[in-house]
């Protein structure tokens, strides 16, 4: 029998010890390479990882600007203390930028904003492509029929059985698909909060399963004006024009809205009624049962100077069943009497809008087309003209006349001033600004204040920009863009602190060098004084 423990145990013991000295050779390698941390490591170790202290954050001291070192002083106040510019100091100002091969053949014209004089008149009663200029006209008819806090209210209804939902058009194209925004213009009404009211009243009478009809029979209407571009719709400068909308699918340059607004709505209010547990069939599109008439306001009186007849040319009424007016109240709500608070008819939840006039500045600040067709549409609709473009366009026109403007010559295809169509004099669209600075015309007022900035917001943002910076954060003007056919129309503060009014409209020149022009017409307006 052979003994060999002992050899076998220094063997082991030889093996472990070669090992470790691998070991920490290979280590010292890594330390000295700065690989591992340790005493031979060539560069400091990494700072440890932040705690959940954290040190007291400081903010450096910025002394406050004083009146020498700011911009300067406050502007006057527009109440008439500065004194009101001359014509002969207006038209030696502008002299130079009237010489612009662009400005040559053009209109325009300069007033007091405060007292409405008229300090520059260049061809101001030639009639011109408006462009979207027009949508001042449209603001002032709008603002003649809406009152200066009114809403547009979308309401569900109970059929002719307790299955039988209708989601009831009132006007409102800037439905959240959500919940509501309060603070918001687009989005202040929401149809989750409108499900949400509904699908509560249909469970509480033990309905799950419903057939969602849709009413469109307010202010009904084509989508698209025949005098439009084909591509209007299809590239976004235009949305179609509908009485139910949402305030996602708004078009925009290159990015189209639905072509049917309405389905996209009743999609969406299916898909909030489904998540809360109610089963949604929806009906084919067509009158819609246990419902007659539009909750919203009808005719109250006729339309100044406007057509009349019982349809407009293209199938559409020309205005509201008998139906419709005899349940309304006088302030153009559903009255009490009119609407039953169960059954048949009766309604099973309401939203409303932000103001119209607030969405009126909302559709200028954003030159907006097919929003300020639908409300204008709404306001022609509710004064008893018809609903097709040309019949809104001269329900607009009509409007502006009743309020003793010269109107003489003026014609609109549509409200918005996509039309090339359309003819209006510089010297109105002046007399529209003059009248909304007056303080007479809330509507009108709170539109104007809702026109884009120069330099700063909306289509203007872009505008009054570098060389002519003179006009930037001051002005506010509209816009208006057609192949061919440019105009500008808004206020602006000069240096005295006088509010002036000011209208462009260019033919004939390329888009930049028209927008350039005007842009130098305004920046003149505004630094020189003209005392």
């Known amino acids: 029998m052979t003994h060999d423990g002992p050899p076998r145990r220094r063997h082991y013991l030889w093996a472990l010890g070669w090992s470790l000295v691998t070991v920490l050779l290979g280590y010292a390698v890594l330390d000295v390479a700065d690989a591992a941390p340790g005493v031979l490591t060539m560069r400091p170790l990494p700072p440890p990882p932040p705690t959940e202290t954290v040190a007291t954050r400081t903010l450096p001291f910025v002394p406050q600007p004083t009146l020498p070192t700011s911009a300067g002083p406050l502007l006057p106040s527009l109440a008439g203390e500065a004194e009101v510019p001359s014509t002969g100091g207006v038209a030696k100002a502008l002299a130079a930028v009237r010489a612009l091969p662009a400005l040559r053949d053009s209109a325009l014209v300069v007033r007091d904003g405060q007292t409405g004089q008229v300090l520059l008149d260049q061809r101001g009663s030639d009639l011109r492509i408006p462009a979207s200029t027009t949508k001042l006209l449209s603001a002032t008819a709008i603002g003649q029929v809406f009152a200066p806090d009114e809403t547009l209210r979308t309401v569900v209804r109970e059929g002719d059985r ?47 399963a419903i057939t969602l009809y849709v009413d469109e029979t307010y202010a009904d209407g084509p989508t698209t004006a025949p005098t439009w571009a084909p591509t209007f719709r299809s590239s976004g400068i235009t949305g179609a024009v509908a009485m139910l909308g949402l305030s996602t699918q708004r078009a925009a340059g290159g990015a189209p809205g639905p072509a049917d607004p309405v389905a996209a709505v009743r999609a969406a209010f299916a898909r909030q009624l489904g998540a809360m547990g ?38 559409t009424s020309s205005g509201p069943s008998p139906s419709a007016a005899q349940s309304m109240s006088p302030n153009g709500t559903a009255g009490a009497s009119a609407v039953p608070t169960s059954g048949p008819g009766s309604v099973l939840g309401s939203v409303e809008s932000a103001p119209v006039r607030e969405q009126l500045a909302l559709a200028l600040t954003d030159s907006d087309n097919a929003l300020t067709e639908i409300l204008a549409r709404q306001a022609a609709y509710r004064s008893g003209a018809g609903t097709a473009f040309d019949r809104v366009g001269a329900w607009v026109v009509s409007q502006v006349a009743a309020l003793g403007l010269d109107t003489r010559g003026v014609t609109l295809s549509d409200a918005s001033g996509l039309s090339r169509e359309n003819r209006v004099r510089a010297d109105l ?44 954060g001051r002005a506010r003007a509209k816009t208006g863009t057609l192949t061919g056919a440019n105009a500008l129309a808004g206020s602006v503060v ?14 004939g020149a390329g888009t930049n060098e028209a927008r350039a022009a005007l842009d130098r017409f305004v920046a003149a307006i505004a630094s020189c004084g003209c005392r």
Do not use: E, W
Not at 285 to 310: E, F, N, Q
């Open 494 to 507: 000069d240096d005295s602190g006088r509010l002036l009014v000011f209208v462009g409209m260019v033919a």
């Open 162 to 208: 307790p299955d039988q939902v209708v989601l009831v058009a009132g006007g409102d194209s800037l439905l959240s698909p959500g919940k509501g925004d309060p603070l918001a213009v687009a989005g202040r009404a929401g149809l989750a909060d409108l499900a949400a009211q509904v699908a509560t009243r249909l469970k509480a009478q033990g309905t799950r």
């Open 429 to 472: 669209l002046s007399d529209v600004l003059v009248l909304g600075y007056d303080g007479r015309h809330p509507v009108l007022r709170q539109a104007l204040d809702g026109l884009p900035i120069g330099g700063l917001t909306g289509t203007m943002a872009d505008r009054l920009s570098g060389a002519n910076h003179d006009a930037a």
């Open 278 to 315: 109610v089963t949604v069939r929806l009906a084919p599109r067509g009158p819609a049962p246990g419902v007659s008439g539009s909750p919203m306001p009808t005719p109250s009186r006729p339309a100044a100077k406007a057509p009349t007849s019982p349809t407009d040319g293209s199938g």
